[in-house]
């Protein structure tokens, strides 16, 4: 079946740290994959995605290269910031839309 | 509209009472899904709809559950006989036909059965 497995949190690092949140799947077929963000008290928001074997997604400073030899999707970040603070969900989307667990990620100044 | 629409945002119900939960998906989305969240998860798939169609409702978990699209736009998340087990957040998303592009998800009813 199709699943996700990500990094357990929680995860704090200090401003301007180097931030890797490891994302590997198991999936049928080609599917896309995705990076969500989650706010507190909102609901998921796109972060970035990427539709292919070595696409790489990119938004706000965040990149993630879709590897399908080690079937992963790692999210990072060069420079974190305060208001990166947030849960993080890995996605893969291939007859429906699975989500990993979800990583908590605290940056303090 | 310009986003996907969750009413109410917060909803506490009596063990044994029903609940509906309302999901108004961006215009034009014919694909909408309904997830669980509970607390420190990530969303569990519930249902999708297709225009009106319910595709698959694999997710619900049982038959309190059940949920409808009777018009392609508009949708109920309908929750019978509460449980305590059904406390969480549900979250609503929808799509163009070509999923590709990702889901657009509402901010979510946080339920919570006492």
């Known amino acids: 079946g199709n699943s996700v497995t990500q990094m357990e949190g929680p995860v704090t690092l200090s401003e301007e740290a180097f931030l890797t949140i490891n994302c590997t799947y198991t999936a049928t077929g080609y599917p896309s994959l995705f990076w969500y963000v989650q706010y507190p008290g909102e609901g998921l928001q796109l972060l970035l995605k990427a539709t292919k074997a070595d696409d790489k997604g990119s938004n706000k400073g965040f990149e993630a290269t879709y590897r399908k030899e080690t079937t992963s999707f790692h999210l990072e970040k060069g420079s974190v910031q305060v208001s990166d603070s947030a849960v993080y969900f890995c996605?893969?989307?291939?007859?429906?839309?699975?989500f990993g667990a979800g990583t908590r990620l605290t940056v303090k100044p | 509209g310009a986003g996907v629409s969750q009413s109410p945002r917060y909803k506490v119900a009596k063990r044994g009472q029903d609940v509906a939960l309302r999901c108004d998906p961006i215009s034009g989305h014919v694909s909408l899904f309904w997830y669980q969240q509970a607390l420190g998860q990530g969303p569990e798939f519930l249902t999708y709809f297709q225009n009106e169609a319910q595709l698959d409702k694999s997710g619900l978990p049982s038959d309190r559950f059940f949920a409808e699209r009777p018009e392609g736009s508009v949708s109920t998340l309908k929750i019978q006989r509460t449980q305590q087990e059904d406390s969480a957040v549900y979250l609503c998303?929808?799509?163009?036909?070509?999923?590709?592009?990702?889901?657009?998800f509402g901010s979510g009813t946080r339920l919570t059965v006492v």
């Open positions: 996605a893969l989307l291939n007859n429906d839309m699975r």
């Open positions: 998303a929808s799509s163009r036909r070509d999923r590709v592009y990702g889901y657009t």
